[in-house]
């Protein structure tokens, strides 16, 4: 296991959006019921079917610029752990074919070059990789699809 840490969604932001607070758009979060495999960004788990689940846009960033990308993501409706940073990959990730991983600066914009689609099994090893670069101080995971956010690395 390497010392990477895999960082969800804090709880009280997560809270605030199951109470009905504004999402990056100023719209209460969706509530939904799950057909499966919808990943929570809180407990980096998939939601189960039937299970009932909000969907919000959300801007990964302290700050609106450029390269401070907002989009869907969802969330158990519920209660539900959130991830331990010390853990290792989450499983939902390595059930997946591929996800995306980029590098991002201390300004929070992107550093050019280290986008890539990687292989879910190549996730740490590729994340390493990324976080060695001089300029980089943290990584996205996104879906390889979709581009939506996962979580963050550091």
């Known amino acids: 296991m390497s010392d990477l840490r895999f960082i969800a969604m804090e709880d009280q932001t997560v809270a605030a959006f199951r109470a009905g607070a504004p999402d990056i758009n100023a719209q209460a ?10 990943p929570c960004r809180h407990c980096l788990a998939d939601i189960t079917e039937g299970d009932p689940y909000l969907i919000l846009a959300h ?4 700050e609106a610029q450029p390269y401070a990308e907002q989009g869907p ?18 499983e939902m990730f ?35 990789e990324i976080l060695a670069h001089d300029r ?16 963050r690395i550091e």
């Open 73 to 90: 993501i969802f969330l158990h409706a519920d209660e539900c752990p959130r991830h331990p940073e010390g853990k290792g990959v989450p």
């Open 94 to 128: 390595l059930s997946r074919e591929t996800v995306m991983l980029r590098g991002y600066g201390a300004d929070d914009r992107i550093v050019y070059g280290t986008g890539q689609v990687v292989a879910s099994g190549e996730i740490e090893r590729v994340a390493g």
């Open 29 to 38: 979060p969706e509530r939904h019921i799950s057909t499966g495999g919808l």
């Open 59 to 62: 801007r990964p960033f302290p």
């Open 136 to 151: 980089v101080r943290y990584v996205h995971m996104r879906s390889a699809s979709n581009n939506c956010f996962q979580c």
